[in-house]
Protein backbone atom coordinates (compact mmCIF):
# COMPACT_ATOMS: atom_id res chain seq x y z
CA UNK A 1 0.00 0.00 0.00
CA UNK A 2 0.92 3.42 -0.43
CA UNK A 3 2.78 5.12 2.46
CA UNK A 4 4.02 8.72 2.92
CA UNK A 5 6.61 10.19 4.82
CA UNK A 6 7.37 13.91 5.39
CA UNK A 7 10.02 15.56 6.76
CA UNK A 8 11.18 17.40 9.14
CA UNK A 9 8.18 16.02 11.66
CA UNK A 10 8.82 19.59 12.80
CA UNK A 11 9.65 23.00 12.06
CA UNK A 12 10.29 25.87 14.00
CA UNK A 13 11.18 29.24 12.23
CA UNK A 14 11.26 32.77 13.02
CA UNK A 15 8.36 35.26 11.08
CA UNK A 16 9.61 36.30 7.71
CA UNK A 17 11.95 33.03 7.39
CA UNK A 18 10.67 30.79 4.64
CA UNK A 19 9.65 26.85 5.58
CA UNK A 20 10.53 23.96 3.55
CA UNK A 21 8.64 20.91 3.82
CA UNK A 22 9.36 17.67 2.21
CA UNK A 23 6.89 14.82 1.12
CA UNK A 24 8.44 11.16 -0.44
CA UNK A 25 5.96 8.57 -1.16
CA UNK A 26 6.37 4.76 -2.90
CA UNK A 27 4.17 4.39 -5.92
CA UNK A 28 3.02 6.40 -9.10
CA UNK A 29 0.22 9.15 -8.58
CA UNK A 30 -1.87 11.44 -11.00
CA UNK A 31 -1.65 14.02 -8.44
CA UNK A 32 -0.24 15.50 -5.36
CA UNK A 33 -1.76 17.94 -3.11
CA UNK A 34 -1.14 19.76 0.19
CA UNK A 35 -3.16 20.39 3.18
CA UNK A 36 -2.90 22.66 6.36
CA UNK A 37 -4.67 21.79 9.65
CA UNK A 38 -4.76 24.04 12.17
CA UNK A 39 -4.45 22.55 15.83
CA UNK A 40 -7.62 20.23 16.09
CA UNK A 41 -9.26 21.85 12.94
CA UNK A 42 -10.03 20.71 9.62
CA UNK A 43 -8.17 20.46 6.49
CA UNK A 44 -7.68 23.20 4.09
CA UNK A 45 -6.97 22.43 0.71
CA UNK A 46 -4.19 24.56 -0.12
CA UNK A 47 -2.26 23.25 -3.65
CA UNK A 48 -2.59 20.99 -6.09
CA UNK A 49 0.15 19.52 -8.53
CA UNK A 50 -0.57 17.15 -11.32
CA UNK A 51 1.77 14.63 -11.95
CA UNK A 52 2.86 16.04 -15.51
CA UNK A 53 4.09 19.43 -13.45
CA UNK A 54 7.20 19.98 -11.63
CA UNK A 55 6.59 23.32 -10.01
CA UNK A 56 3.35 25.48 -9.13
CA UNK A 57 2.87 28.47 -7.34
CA UNK A 58 0.10 30.04 -5.29
CA UNK A 59 0.83 33.13 -3.59
CA UNK A 60 3.67 32.54 -1.22
CA UNK A 61 3.23 28.56 -1.88
CA UNK A 62 5.61 27.20 -4.01
CA UNK A 63 5.38 23.42 -5.04
CA UNK A 64 7.71 21.13 -6.52
CA UNK A 65 6.76 18.01 -7.70
CA UNK A 66 9.83 15.25 -9.12
CA UNK A 67 7.99 11.92 -9.55
CA UNK A 68 11.02 10.20 -10.26
CA UNK A 69 12.16 10.52 -6.99
CA UNK A 70 8.66 10.32 -5.87
CA UNK A 71 9.05 13.39 -3.69
CA UNK A 72 7.65 16.84 -3.68
CA UNK A 73 8.83 19.78 -1.35
CA UNK A 74 6.54 22.90 -0.05
CA UNK A 75 7.83 26.51 0.71
CA UNK A 76 6.36 28.90 2.87
CA UNK A 77 7.96 32.63 1.72
CA UNK A 78 8.17 34.84 4.16
CA UNK A 79 6.04 33.54 7.19
CA UNK A 80 3.80 34.55 9.25
CA UNK A 81 2.37 33.89 12.77
CA UNK A 82 -0.46 32.45 11.33
CA UNK A 83 1.17 30.14 9.03
CA UNK A 84 1.50 28.33 12.05
CA UNK A 85 -0.14 24.50 11.75
CA UNK A 86 0.34 21.13 10.81
CA UNK A 87 0.74 20.44 6.78
CA UNK A 88 0.25 17.39 5.17
CA UNK A 89 1.03 15.66 1.81
CA UNK A 90 -1.90 13.86 -0.17
CA UNK A 91 -1.18 11.48 -2.90
CA UNK A 92 -2.58 9.73 -5.23
CA UNK A 93 -5.60 8.82 -7.84
CA UNK A 94 -8.99 9.97 -8.30
CA UNK A 95 -10.64 7.28 -6.03
CA UNK A 96 -9.07 8.22 -2.85
CA UNK A 97 -5.63 10.13 -1.69
CA UNK A 98 -3.18 9.21 1.05
CA UNK A 99 -2.15 11.40 3.28
CA UNK A 100 1.70 11.87 4.62
CA UNK A 101 2.85 12.14 8.03
CA UNK A 102 2.83 16.14 8.38
CA UNK A 103 5.06 18.76 9.15
CA UNK A 104 4.17 20.58 12.19
CA UNK A 105 5.19 24.51 11.49
CA UNK A 106 5.86 26.57 14.28
CA UNK A 107 5.99 30.69 13.46
CA UNK A 108 7.40 32.73 16.12
CA UNK A 109 6.54 36.25 15.48
CA UNK B 1 -17.08 29.73 -0.33
CA UNK B 2 -19.16 26.25 -1.02
CA UNK B 3 -18.35 24.60 2.24
CA UNK B 4 -18.57 21.06 3.85
CA UNK B 5 -20.93 21.01 6.54
CA UNK B 6 -20.59 18.05 9.06
CA UNK B 7 -22.30 17.55 12.47
CA UNK B 8 -22.19 17.44 15.36
CA UNK B 9 -18.77 19.25 15.74
CA UNK B 10 -18.27 16.80 18.80
CA UNK B 11 -20.03 13.37 19.98
CA UNK B 12 -19.72 11.65 23.18
CA UNK B 13 -20.90 7.99 23.20
CA UNK B 14 -20.92 4.97 25.18
CA UNK B 15 -18.66 1.91 24.06
CA UNK B 16 -21.05 -0.19 22.25
CA UNK B 17 -23.87 2.34 21.08
CA UNK B 18 -24.26 3.07 17.64
CA UNK B 19 -23.49 6.39 16.34
CA UNK B 20 -23.99 8.83 13.20
CA UNK B 21 -21.78 10.84 11.95
CA UNK B 22 -23.36 13.31 9.41
CA UNK B 23 -21.59 15.87 6.38
CA UNK B 24 -23.42 17.77 3.72
CA UNK B 25 -20.96 17.93 0.71
CA UNK B 26 -20.85 20.74 -1.42
CA UNK B 27 -23.99 20.40 -3.97
CA UNK B 28 -22.12 20.29 -7.16
CA UNK B 29 -19.84 17.41 -5.90
CA UNK B 30 -19.88 13.72 -6.91
CA UNK B 31 -17.36 12.35 -5.27
CA UNK B 32 -17.25 11.31 -1.16
CA UNK B 33 -15.29 10.30 1.38
CA UNK B 34 -14.80 9.60 4.72
CA UNK B 35 -11.36 10.01 6.77
CA UNK B 36 -10.83 9.45 9.88
CA UNK B 37 -7.39 11.06 12.48
CA UNK B 38 -6.88 9.00 15.80
CA UNK B 39 -5.16 12.29 18.04
CA UNK B 40 -1.95 12.83 16.90
CA UNK B 41 -2.06 10.41 13.86
CA UNK B 42 -2.30 10.80 10.17
CA UNK B 43 -5.30 11.22 8.63
CA UNK B 44 -6.78 7.55 7.10
CA UNK B 45 -8.38 6.69 4.07
CA UNK B 46 -12.33 5.31 5.27
CA UNK B 47 -13.86 4.77 2.11
CA UNK B 48 -14.90 6.95 -1.16
CA UNK B 49 -18.64 7.24 -2.27
CA UNK B 50 -19.82 7.56 -5.96
CA UNK B 51 -22.98 7.28 -7.85
CA UNK B 52 -24.96 5.82 -4.86
CA UNK B 53 -22.24 3.28 -4.54
CA UNK B 54 -18.54 2.87 -2.46
CA UNK B 55 -15.69 2.74 -4.95
CA UNK B 56 -13.44 2.02 -2.41
CA UNK B 57 -12.66 1.37 1.09
CA UNK B 58 -9.95 0.62 3.27
CA UNK B 59 -9.38 -2.02 5.87
CA UNK B 60 -10.36 0.05 8.62
CA UNK B 61 -13.99 -0.24 6.80
CA UNK B 62 -15.11 -2.98 8.28
CA UNK B 63 -18.85 -4.22 8.82
CA UNK B 64 -18.84 -1.94 11.98
CA UNK B 65 -19.01 0.61 9.34
CA UNK B 66 -21.49 1.98 6.76
CA UNK B 67 -22.27 5.08 4.53
CA UNK B 68 -25.06 6.03 3.06
CA UNK B 69 -26.50 9.22 1.30
CA UNK B 70 -29.73 8.93 2.25
CA UNK B 71 -31.86 12.00 0.43
CA UNK B 72 -29.28 13.38 -2.33
CA UNK B 73 -27.55 15.72 -0.05
CA UNK B 74 -26.78 14.67 3.18
CA UNK B 75 -23.87 11.46 3.27
CA UNK B 76 -23.63 9.63 6.44
CA UNK B 77 -21.28 7.47 8.53
CA UNK B 78 -22.93 5.13 10.79
CA UNK B 79 -20.52 3.04 13.37
CA UNK B 80 -22.53 0.18 14.81
CA UNK B 81 -21.47 -0.69 18.38
CA UNK B 82 -18.61 1.65 18.92
CA UNK B 83 -15.15 0.65 20.54
CA UNK B 84 -13.11 2.60 22.19
CA UNK B 85 -10.45 2.94 19.55
CA UNK B 86 -12.95 4.16 17.81
CA UNK B 87 -12.37 7.34 19.17
CA UNK B 88 -10.75 9.84 16.79
CA UNK B 89 -11.32 12.92 14.33
CA UNK B 90 -13.81 12.05 11.69
CA UNK B 91 -13.69 14.05 8.17
CA UNK B 92 -16.26 13.86 5.37
CA UNK B 93 -14.50 15.24 2.10
CA UNK B 94 -16.12 15.73 -1.13
CA UNK B 95 -14.67 17.32 -4.79
CA UNK B 96 -15.85 17.46 -8.06
CA UNK B 97 -16.02 15.23 -11.04
CA UNK B 98 -13.36 17.37 -12.77
CA UNK B 99 -9.80 15.68 -12.80
CA UNK B 100 -7.30 17.22 -10.60
CA UNK B 101 -8.96 19.40 -8.57
CA UNK B 102 -8.65 18.89 -4.47
CA UNK B 103 -10.98 17.88 -2.16
CA UNK B 104 -13.15 20.39 0.02
CA UNK B 105 -13.20 18.73 3.89
CA UNK B 106 -15.32 19.34 6.42
CA UNK B 107 -14.25 20.69 9.77
CA UNK B 108 -14.87 17.64 11.50
CA UNK B 109 -16.85 15.57 13.88
CA UNK B 110 -14.78 14.37 17.03
CA UNK B 111 -16.22 10.96 18.19
CA UNK B 112 -15.09 10.53 21.75
CA UNK B 113 -15.91 6.81 22.95
CA UNK B 114 -16.25 6.21 26.77
Known amino acids: SQQGEEDPQALSIQEGENATMNCSYKTSINNLQWYRQNSGRGLVHLIL?????REKHSGRLRVTLDTSKKSSSLLITASRAADTASYFC?????????FGTGTKLQVIP | EPEVTQTPSHQVTQMGQEVILRCVPISNHLYFYWYRQILGQKVEFLVS????????KSEIFDDQFSVERPDGSNFTLKIRSTKLEDSAMYFCASRTGILNYGYTFGSGTRLTVV
Open chain 1, 90 to 98: AFGGYQKVT
Open chain 2, 49 to 56: FYNNEISE
Open chain 1, 49 to 53: IRSNE
